[in-house]
């Protein structure tokens, strides 16, 4: 049972004695503090930023070319029907949030989110979007310099409504998830000239290694803590990638992959180095690679029937756009890896939270969720 005592408590002086003993007698019988309604753990909100992968729906309030608000997106979502996520359900950070037992992230752009609506979490992520800038400007996406940014000015509006020392305190004990990086490759880099020209393929990893770094001191500075951050995926593997380089026989694309993995490591050794110099940083590696990549070249272990084929979508593979009613539509996305081109059915979302949740092993690194609850639970 979470605590659900509330700010109410705030009125507790002015009601009659007994009733505060009896609270005060309430709380100390409950095992959490009575500070502010907050979910599993006494976790209060999940913040995330990234691109399409944990986009809820800001793309829905600016111009862009990446959309996904009409159908068949959306088709077993709770109530059925296009939301602006790449999926026909939930993803990872809604199977988070319910996990935690807190509201779903609001979204930035949202006209909702305001007043208590973004105490328990805002979602600022923007489809198409990268750790660079530049990734996406011209699809008109927020960059993650202006999600951050954003998160800065919720972060005032917290203050006004409830002080410094609640806000800091809501901040420091919330969760962060980062979901992003795969559009700095596949649609940005490994299309571009111009930018394989600058860059070599390990100075552009120590590029975006860089920028991370410096994300992530400024989330550190806002008050992050707790921060759960996304290996890239086998893109290499995805329908879309195979449908471009005209596969035959369905194998992942190995000069895709490569670079992958290496700015996979990286991000490892980055997530380590940073851990030393901010001891009190807790920062988690989801490695979503591994996973994937066994769900898509062995699918029937992982409880699906498709790896590669995308749910819906046109040409081989489904690795062409997913646009009603020109697409075709499978009728069980559960047994699909790949719901579009690019992206994950809820199915496989599912799969990747239980990861972040209980995941072991090298799994999510240094801890799963679980593992994080139970050093709360035990007072640290
Ligand atoms: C990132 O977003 C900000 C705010 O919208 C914008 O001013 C800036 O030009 C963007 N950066 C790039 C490289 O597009």
Known sequence: ?????????????????????????????????????????????????????????????????????????????????????????????????????????VNFLAPEAKGSRILTGVNFASSGSGYLDITGALFGVLNLTRQLDNFGKIKKDMIDQIGDAATEKILTTSLYLISTGSNDYVNSYNLNPILQGRFTQPQYEQLLLSTIETNLKTLHGYGARRVYINSLSPIGCVPEQLNLYNVKDGACIEKVNGPLRSFNNGLQGLLGKLRQELPDYDLNYINVYDTLYGAITTPEKYGFKYGNMACCGEGSYNGQPCISPLSTVCANADEYVFWDLFHPTQKTYGMLTDNIISGTGLAVYPKNVQTLLATLQEGN
């Open 1 to 105: 049972m979470p605590c659900r005592f509330g700010r109410g408590l705030g009125m507790a002086p002015r009601v009659w004695i007994g009733l505060l003993l009896g609270l005060l007698m309430a709380a100390a019988l409950f095992p959490c503090s009575v500070v502010e309604a907050a979910g599993k753990g006494g976790i209060p909100a999940l913040w995330v930023f990234g691109d399409s992968t944990v986009d809820t729906g800001n793309q829905n309030y600016i111009t862009s070319l990446v959309k996904s608000n009409y159908p068949p997106y959306g088709k077993d979502f709770v109530p059925p029907g296009p939301t602006g996520r790449f999926c026909n359900g939930k993803v990872a950070n809604d199977f988070l949030a319910d996990y935690l037992e807190i509201p779903r992230p």
